[in-house]
């Protein structure tokens, strides 16, 4: 509910929300530490986000990053709240 609460928060206005220790930053959602990870695509100087399940095999992995990297897009993957976060960046040039 925490993603729902942020939303509108951003159709109001207000910049950005607080994501907890629970959970990290993803775009206007937020995502839970070792359990999702965020996927930001870039389209037209926007970006849609969506905090998206992690693979059971990632779950609690040290480095989400290195456990995502043959995931599609997963080369382009980013933690930057430490290593049980991850934001995957994919855009209509990836294969």
């Known amino acids: 509910m925490r993603g729902a609460w942020c939303v509108m928060l951003v ?6 929300c607080v994501a907890g ?8 959602f937020t995502c839970e530490r070792g ?12 970006a849609a986000y969506n905090c998206r399940e992690l693979p059971d095999a990632c779950k609690g ?3 989400t990053c290195r456990c995502l990297s043959a995931k599609a897009c997963g ?18 040039q990836q294969p």
Request: hydrophobic fraction near 30%.
């Open 11 to 16: 159709l109001l206005g207000v910049a950005g």
């Open 35 to 46: 359990e999702q990870y965020c996927e930001k695509i870039p389209a037209l100087g926007l």
């Open 61 to 63: 992995a040290s480095d």
């Open 21 to 28: 220790e629970e959970g990290y930053a993803c775009g206007p």
């Open 75 to 92: 080369d382009l993957c980013e933690d930057p709240e430490g290593p049980d976060t991850a934001v995957v960046t994919c855009d209509d």
